[in-house]
């Protein structure tokens, strides 16, 4: 195995060397990066002789399920084992793998992540926005650690790849993101197979849900910001769920002209996610950061209390200020 980049992996193998158990965990409605990197990071640890354990905020996802390691990861609020390592993976602020206070004390905490906004909030940080994914991360630090690729390691890395790049389609897919997908593919990855389990297993409920949420879009700036929302009960007619939104900002960048994609969903009472994709010049992930929240260039969110319309309106005017 042959490292994507150098990082400097000797502070986190130390950390591991001694530790009493380690965590590893993600951000909540985590995704097929956060998923990856947690799984193919606890197969090689516990590969090791590790007692490593992996768990979220939320569950995994239906579509990551198919991923062998997936079945080993819990989900809820609180630590469910004791341990004196906890390892944040593809998160860029503590308040995302919402988890009370209580949940880091006493530990040591590492923070692997590539988004450029990460608050560096561990013990331990390695941070680096040229990665296409925190899975690839996790590919250099088992290499690091001359640890062995199975076909489930790299299928999980495989996922993070394909899913942070909205499938070696972004800004910043470069050779050497192909050449590790080509090596993971000549290591057992079956593409057909996880594209399959990925991207074309919608269920009815899903595609009811994309209806409704198509059904509100509209455009502003000449066409070039596409937006769309769904509502509570958006969720009742359809029988989705907020798994099943996945991917439907991608259909609104999908537009002709589009620069910027903006979607809005309800979480909690009185509050709303609000997505981001930029296809053109604009920095999403500033965008995102003058709501408070954060991302990437091309893919960011924040979170936003008001109702529908307010909320809207607050967005609009950083939109205008971004393409001003
Ligand atoms: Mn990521």
């Known amino acids: 195995m042959r490292p994507v980049r150098d990082l400097n992996w000797q502070p986190v193998l130390r950390q591991i060397a001694q530790a009493d158990g380690v965590m590893l965990t993600t951000h909540q409605n985590p995704d097929g990066d956060g998923m990856g990197s947690m799984i193919a990071l606890l197969l090689h640890l516990r590969s090791r002789g590790v007692r490593a354990f992996a768990h979220c905020a939320d569950p995994v996802p239906r579509i990551y399920c198919f991923l062998a390691g997936s079945e080993m990861i819990t989900h809820g609020l609180g630590l469910p084992e004791k341990v004196d390592t906890i390892i944040s993976l593809d ?99 079956d593409p057909e197979r996880v594209g399959h389990a990925v991207y074309s297993n919608n269920s009815h409920a899903r595609m009811k849900l994309f209806g409704l949420a198509l059904e509100t879009m509209t455009f502003t700036h000449h066409d070039t910001v596409a937006w769309l929302y769904i509502t509570e009960e958006s969720y009742r007619q359809s029988g989705a769920d907020v798994e099943d939104t996945e991917g439907l900002i991608d259909v609104a960048a999908s537009v002709e002209k589009v620069e910027i994609a903006v979607f809005l969903r309800p979480h909690l009472a009185n509050s709303w996610k609000v997505s981001f994709r930029s296809r053109g010049r604009i920095h999403v992930g500033d965008l995102a950061g003058q709501l408070g929240g954060g991302g990437h260039p091309n893919a960011s969110g924040c979170q936003i209390n008001g109702d529908l319309d307010a909320v809207r309106a607050q967005v609009k005017v950083e939109v205008d200020r971004a393409l001003a």
Do not use: P, W
Request: hydrophobic share 40%.
């Open 91 to 189: 998160c860029g602020a503590k308040g995302r793998l919402a988890q009370k206070e209580q949940f880091f004390s006493g530990s040591t905490l590492i923070n692997i992540d590539h988004h450029a906004s990460n608050k560096n909030f561990g013990d331990i940080n390695l941070i680096d926005a040229s990665y296409c994914s925190t899975g690839v991360m996790v590919h250099d630090f088992i290499a690091a650690d001359q640890g062995e690729l199975t076909v489930a390691m790299a299928e999980a890395i495989y996922v993070t790849v394909i899913t942070d790049t909205g499938n070696f389609r972004h800004r910043g897919v470069t050779g050497d993101v192909h050449r590790l997908a080509a090596e993971l593919v000549d290591q057992g990855v």
